[in-house]
């Protein structure tokens, strides 16, 4: 079969049992039998189970949970009934403390693996609430004529087909409170067949819906938006081509900052703009990277994607903080959040792009005490050695990709001088497979 992801489905498998001796972080128990590795949906790390498998690929196959014998201590019901078919969760039959187990097994394993290194000191690791944890969220929507109704939700596990649900047990109540009226609601437009996703956000001040439109709704379809925004206390935005096309309903009632607390101060950002899904760890988060970074007042800091300011802002409360982002957009609300807060003259704000080593011209000459990454998933591989040439003794690196980290990790300890000194995850998307982590480097 050609393709690292060719398989054959298999339609007819036996019934098999097997030890479960290792699991992913994707909520598949690894086992063995008949000589062959068995990827077994559902299944825990010393479980006994029985299994069918549905998939044969060259070194390994897949295969679905039928029974679990000897059940492990980690094992818990899902908390939500669309658990195994919906994609947005792949570990709710695993207890808390076992998933942060899991998390904190796949970081060690990456930093070993990739990186070669290993951190002096393990971090605790940071839980997070099950429950309702999720401030925003993208949402498809779909009309499916079989079920004669619009889905709104998230993909169903390994597949482009929508779930169909009426609930989600990890976004904030207010927004999994609008799935079956944000259903029929859409149902009831002319454009119904041209919407293909809404951008929910839970902000501190508003409940913002984004809706993706291909095309414009007529004067009845804004009646019932109008009336739908009114009746669930919300925004209401519509996205007709790029970002730059993001309009309110009615501008004056649909539009201006929305905003969030962090550590006491506040952000406002956009119903587009990147912001840390989970309040409650982003608040650890923030108070773990100042830890990390502020000593005696007036250090120099420098913040690396530092976006509309999560970390810049906290952090320039006692240090001088050059940050730096690739979006103006997100530079000049950054500004807008520093200046709101009484910390213009503390935070600095930069545009460069931060994927090329040229990025470096927006900070040469200056030196700083202690450098911030918060890279997206593919990491911060570009701005290394301009890191390292700052004269920064310390290095604290947030990442939401494990592999990436790892990478970045083996660079600074094996070819800049640093020594990886501790790390730890922060459970920012419990239930899933994200693994979001912090790691700290201090020159050798």
Not at 83 to 107: D, N, Y
Not at 153 to 177: K, N, Q, V, W, Y
Not at 210 to 235: I, K, M, S, T
Not at 397 to 421: I, M, N, Q, W
Request: with cysteine.
């Amino acid at each position: 079969m050609g393709g690292r992801r060719a398989y054959k489905r298999l339609a007819a498998a036996a019934i098999e049992t097997a030890a479960v001796a290792d699991m992913t972080v994707e909520g598949q128990g690894i086992a063995t039998a008949s000589g062959k590795r068995i990827f077994v949906a559902g299944a825990i790390t010393g479980e006994t189970v029985s299994f069918r498998r549905t998939k044969a690929r060259r070194n390994y196959d897949e295969a679905e949970l039928v029974g679990v014998e000897n059940g492990s201590v980690d094992r818990v019901a899902p908390i939500c009934r669309y658990f195994g078919t919906c994609g947005g969760c792949s570990l709710q039959h695993v207890s808390s403390a076992g998933q942060l187990r899991l998390k904190e097994r796949v970081l060690l394993e990456n930093l070993r693996r990739i990186g070669g290194v290993e951190p002096r000191e393990l971090l605790p690791p940071v839980a997070s609430p099950e429950r309702g944890y999720r401030r925003r969220a993208r949402l498809a929507l779909r009309m499916v004529e079989g079920k004669g109704r619009v889905l709104v939700g998230f993909s169903e596990r390994d597949s482009s087909r929508i779930t169909d649900m009426l609930s989600c047990e990890t976004l904030h109540p207010r927004a999994a409170a609008l799935i079956e009226p944000l259903s029929e609601l859409v149902g009831s437009l002319s454009i119904a067949q041209r919407i293909p996703q809404v951008e929910v956000v839970v902000a501190d001040n508003a409940l913002s819906l984004l809706l993706r439109v291909l095309d414009p709704p007529g004067a009845l379809d804004r009646e019932r938006l109008a009336a739908f925004r009114e009746r669930h206390d919300c925004r209401l935005l519509l996205q007709t081509a790029g970002p730059d096309s993001i309009a309110g309903l009615e501008p004056e009632r649909d539009e201006g900052d929305l905003w969030y607390d962090s550590d006491g101060l506040r952000l406002g950002f956009g119903p587009a703009d990147f912001i840390q899904v989970n309040a409650a760890v982003n608040c650890k988060l923030v108070a773990r990277v100042r830890q990390e970074m502020c000593g005696a007042p007036g250090r120099r800091l420098l913040d690396l994607y530092c976006g509309i300011g999560n970390f810049t802002l906290p952090l320039a409360r006692n240090s001088l903080v050059l940050g730096v982002e690739g979006e103006q957009r997100m530079v000049d609300i950054a500004r807008r959040n520093a200046v709101f807060n009484g910390l213009g003259a503390s935070a600095r704000f930069a545009r460069a792009d931060l994927s090329v080593a040229e990025a470096a011209e927006a900070w040469r000459g200056e030196r700083f005490d202690a450098v911030l990454l918060d890279p997206p998933r593919a990491g911060a591989a570009a701005m290394l050695a301009a890191v390292a040439a700052t004269g920064a003794d310390r290095i604290v690196y947030v990442s939401c990709h494990p592999a990436t980290l790892a990478r970045d990790a083996g660079t600074f300890v094996k070819e800049l001088g640093f020594e990886l000194v501790r790390a730890g995850v922060f459970d920012m998307f419990p239930a899933t497979a994200h693994v979001e982590s912090l790691a700290v480097f201090d020159r050798a």
